[in-house]
């Protein structure tokens, strides 16, 4: 059973930075897919970013260029580097995975609002 903690959300201005964090524990960080989703009231929860196995990265085309997803295996991280934030990237924003067995996990979720 994997664990997914998400941290780093807040409150930021228009043309801010956040960098998001997800400790995952409870398996080996070898995961087949990590991805960054973010959801608001007013539409679906929504793939961010993500990397999938081997090196794939994928961003959503709103935020290409501003946003960042990385890991570090060694301290079972994963991150999302938010620059020149939007007030439209408001939303609650969580970590989900998939493991080698392909089973999915899903962070508690933290929020992110940009103030314009």
């Known amino acids: 059973q994997v664990a997914l903690v998400e941290s780093g959300g807040g409150v930021v201005q228009a043309g801010g930075s956040l960098t998001l964090s997800c400790l995952a524990s409870g398996s080996a960080f070898n995961f087949n897919f990590i991805g960054w989703y973010r959801q608001t009231p007013e539409k679906q929860r929504e793939l961010v970013a993500d990397?999938?196995?081997?090196?794939?990265?994928n961003y959503l085309d709103s935020v290409k260029g501003r946003f960042t997803i990385s890991t570090d295996s060694a301290k079972n991280m994963s991150y999302l580097q938010m620059n020149s934030l939007k007030p439209e990237d408001t939303g609650v924003y969580y970590c989900?995975?998939?493991?080698?067995?392909?089973?999915?996990?899903w962070g508690q979720g933290t929020q992110v609002t940009v103030s314009s």
């Open positions: 990397i999938r196995t081997p090196n794939e990265i």
């Open positions: 989900n995975v998939w493991d080698a067995r392909w089973k999915t996990f």
